[in-house]
């Protein structure tokens, strides 16, 4: 049905619906509406398709979506979601709506260990922190790159070159993450799945960096990712332990799930 034929019923319908989805990524519906500063039982009746924001609120929910107007009439899918190319409507319907569709559950927000093998090392390997995090609907990964690992590579070691941040993407049976120093003076794609364990809190899968085929070592190994917790209590015994270690130095399932003898395929 066009918009222009639309009852205000309908129209409320479709922005309930819309924002339905918006929310989806989000831990909690209480939660947000916090961060967007409406009141909880206000929300529930947009939510429900009970009522339609007024224009500031409105403007507030889209700013903080990074969606426009046109939630008010066409399904959230078919909207640009913010700037930049990723959102942009070339690759919208292709890459866009998985930078929003990471919910707390399948990853959550928190600071995870990783490990894999060095790129530049065969025989050792790395063991790290990240520290996963939500910037309104999309999900975003922030690191620093182990002293040591850097020195070996010839890369300087200071605070600002040794930061990586990274963007989180849905994908229908993993995740994917595209990281970068700054200035992309190094980039690396990583695919995750999640693996079968007692708490359910492990993903294992590899990771590529973005050098020229002449350059020295290896450019995909295995990937693992333990979700260690929210705090920084949680993450303080494992930041102990990272930098670059020899096999025996590893977490029993890290190696495990790591499989250092056999050959990536």
């Given at each position: 049905?066009?918009?222009s034929?639309q009852?205000p019923a309908?129209l409320r319908?479709v922005f309930g619906?819309?924002?339905r ?7 909690s519906i209480?939660?947000l509406?916090?961060?967007l500063s ?6 529930n009746r947009y939510?429900?398709g ?16 990074g969606v426009d107007?046109r939630?008010?009439l066409e ?16 690759l919208?319907?292709f890459?866009?709506?998985g930078t929003?569709?990471?919910?707390e559950e399948y990853?959550?927000s928190?600071f995870y260990?990783?490990s894999?093998?060095s790129?530049?090392d ?13 910037d309104r609907s999309n999900?975003?990964?922030?690191g620093?790159?182990t002293?040591e690992a850097?020195?070996i590579?010839g890369?300087?070691t200071n605070?600002?070159s040794?930061?990586?941040r990274?963007?989180v ?5 993993g995740i994917?993450?595209i ?6 003076m190094?980039?690396s794609?990583?695919y ?18 973005t ?18 917790g929210p705090?920084?209590?949680?993450a303080?015994?494992a930041?102990?332990t990272s930098g670059l ?10 190696k495990r ?6 050959p990536?395929?």
């Open positions: 049905m066009e918009a034929k009852s309908e319908n619906a819309n924002l989805k918006l929310a989806e990524s989000h831990a209480s939660d509406a916090r961060q409406i009141n909880r039982t206000q929300f939510l429900s009970e009522s339609f924001p007024r224009p500031d609120i409105l403007a507030r929910i889209c700013c903080f979506f107007a939630v008010l399904p959230v899918e078919s909207l640009t979601c913010g700037p930049g190319v990723i959102s942009s409507p070339y919208r319907d890459i866009g709506p929003r569709q990471v919910s990853f959550p928190g260990r990783f894999r093998r790129f530049v065969p025989d050792r390997f790395v063991v790290s922190l990240v520290l996963v995090g939500r999900t975003r990964l922030r620093f790159e002293k850097m020195r590579q890369l300087p605070t600002k040794r930061e990586f990274g963007a993407m849905r994908q229908d049976e994917t993450i990281a970068a120093r700054a200035n992309a190094t980039m794609f990583n995750l799945g999640r693996a079968a364990s007692i708490e359910n809190n492990f993903w294992v899968g590899y990771v590529t960096r050098v020229p085929e002449s350059a020295g070592g290896i450019r995909v190994t295995r990937l693992v990712y333990e979700y260690l705090k920084v209590s949680d303080l015994p930041a102990r270690h020899d096999l025996d130095g590893l977490q029993p399932f890290h799930l790591l499989r250092p003898d056999v990536f395929s």
